[in-house]
């Protein structure tokens, strides 16, 4: 059976400065709609997480809370794994190959530059700089999501807030 992971940078944050801890930073408007868009289109794709994975850093989970949101998802449907949040491409790879096997797609929103170069580490594609609220599709043919691992994916689609813009 085929996998999904869709893999998604959290949408643009507040500034960071001394008065608040990086890990608590939440969305600003701008971030408010890049998240907005891409749930809106997400759905409109006919595209189904059956899993939603999240880091628990407020920009992160507020962008899932979001995008879950368009899905008439309550936000409880959101799973948090820290070592999302500071753990390294590895514990991106931990975080999935710990999915149960019956689930076929899975989003996941994370941190740069963590994320993108996993999303590189799984496809072999070269994507430079995932944009933030941006989302890039990775899928695995015949693959458990314990057996996933390096470049057994194929980068099947990169969309960002700007190209839904563009689009409209």
Known sequence: MKKTLILVRHATAEDQNFRIKDFDRNLNSKGLSESLAMGKWLVQEGIKPDVFLSSPASRAYKTAEIIAGQYKLPIDVIQTKDGIYDGGPRAYLQAVNTIPDEHSTLILFGHNPDITYFAEYLSGASIGSMKKGSAAFIEFKNLKWEEISAKTGDLVL????????EEE
């Open 158 to 165: 990169y969309k960002t807030p700007k190209q839904l813009r």
